[in-house]
């Protein structure tokens, strides 16, 4: 999922395809059309939020396209599986939902189903919208599903790790920035703990 820490970085192959242009706003050497810097709070550090999302595989949109980027929450046995991120370097070790951009004409439902077949190596169906939208630039937006497992063992195609995470880890866990909006939401749910609790194949515990 999404974004880089601290300075502008050359585009590795995960950059936002909206960012990727090479127009640089030079009074805040951030990509035209960004949001501000944000700052989290902690340690001081401030995170250039737009410049990397979910999957955008480096394939650049119209400046004047719409593009969504989704992402799923597996929960099973009152326990979400995160993952973590391999590159860029700005956000390699960093955990995330999994998923990626949605290519028209999918609907969004279609697009993270593909998304977490070729990450995870399994079939879901997709179940109901966790919190509020991500602006993650004026074209893009990121947002997240529910998902429910239906065939296939969890396996890492694309990413460092997986793992399991309960509700009293959520906080603590290194989040991907753009994920954080959705952090109350995810420690709703499970300590809710009253999702359907699916599951075929072997887990996986990172």
Do not use: C
Not at 63 to 81: D, F, K, Q, R, T
Not at 146 to 154: H, K, L, N, S, W
């Amino acid at each position: 999922m999404v974004f880089a820490l601290g300075v502008l970085a050359d585009a590795p192959d995960r950059v936002d395809a909206v960012e990727k242009r090479g127009e640089l706003d030079r009074s805040s050497q951030r990509p035209v059309g960004a949001l501000p810097t944000v700052e989290l709070g902690q340690n001081g550090v401030h995170l250039f939020v737009s410049q990397y999302s979910h999957a955008f595989d480096g394939i650049p949109s119209s400046p004047m396209s719409n593009l969504i980027v989704v992402a799923g929450a597996l929960i099973e046995h009152g326990a979400l599986l995160v993952a973590q991120r391999a590159r860029p370097p700005e956000l390699a070790g960093l955990w995330e939902l999994p998923g990626g951009k949605v290519t028209p004409p999918e609907s969004d439902e279609s697009a993270l189903a593909r998304e977490l077949n070729e990450e995870l190596g399994i079939d879901v169906t997709v179940g109901p919208r966790i919190g509020a939208d991500v602006a993650l630039s004026a074209t893009t937006t990121l947002r997240a599903y529910v998902v429910t497992r239906t065939r296939g063992a969890v396996t890492a195609h694309d990413h460092r790790a997986l793992r399991w995470v309960r509700a009293d880890e959520i906080p603590s866990l290194p989040w991907v920035p753009a994920d954080r909006a959705w952090l109350p939401d995810l420690v709703g749910l499970l300590a809710g703990n009253n999702l359907t609790q699916s599951g075929s194949g072997t887990d996986t515990d990172g």
